[in-house]
């Protein structure tokens, strides 16, 4: 079993940046890949961000490619999600998820945990 805690969720301006934290407890944090999906009002969960095992691959959602960095500490358990250049758009529900194996993906269905969400709202 693997527990999930998201924070650093928030209000900010259009512009601003924020960074979200993922702690991981329960199993080997780097037997794993975490990913990033939100969820804003009225939509499906979408992915956002993506980072394998060891943090040598990471993958993003168009929408977010040279706006958003994930990260990962395999020594402090915890992933991150570095999010710059803020826009309206980007407001949702964040949450971390993993996947044993190590190898990212985009696909929801794919991963086995997630924490319980953390929301972000973005003003114009």
């Known amino acids: 079993q693997v527990q999930l805690v998201e924070s650093g969720g928030g209000l900010v301006q259009a512009g601003g940046s924020l960074r979200l934290s993922c702690a991981a407890s329960?199993?080997?944090?780097?037997?794993?890949?975490m990913g990033w999906f939100r969820q804003a009002p009225g939509k499906e969960r979408e992915f956002v961000a993506a980072?394998?095992?060891?943090?040598?691959?990471?993958y993003y959602t168009d929408s977010v490619k040279g706006r958003f960095t994930i990260s990962r500490d395999n020594a402090k358990n915890t992933g991150y999600l570095q999010m710059n250049s803020l826009k309206p758009e980007d407001t949702a529900v964040y949450y971390c998820?993993?996947?044993?194996?190590?190898?990212?993906?985009?696909?929801?269905?794919?991963?086995?945990?997630w924490g319980q969400g953390t929301q972000v709202t973005v003003s114009s």
């Open positions: 998820a993993s996947r044993l194996g190590g190898l990212a993906t985009s696909i929801r269905g794919t991963y086995d945990y």
């Open positions: 329960g199993r080997t944090f780097s037997s794993y890949a």
């Open positions: 980072i394998n095992w060891s943090g040598s691959r990471t």
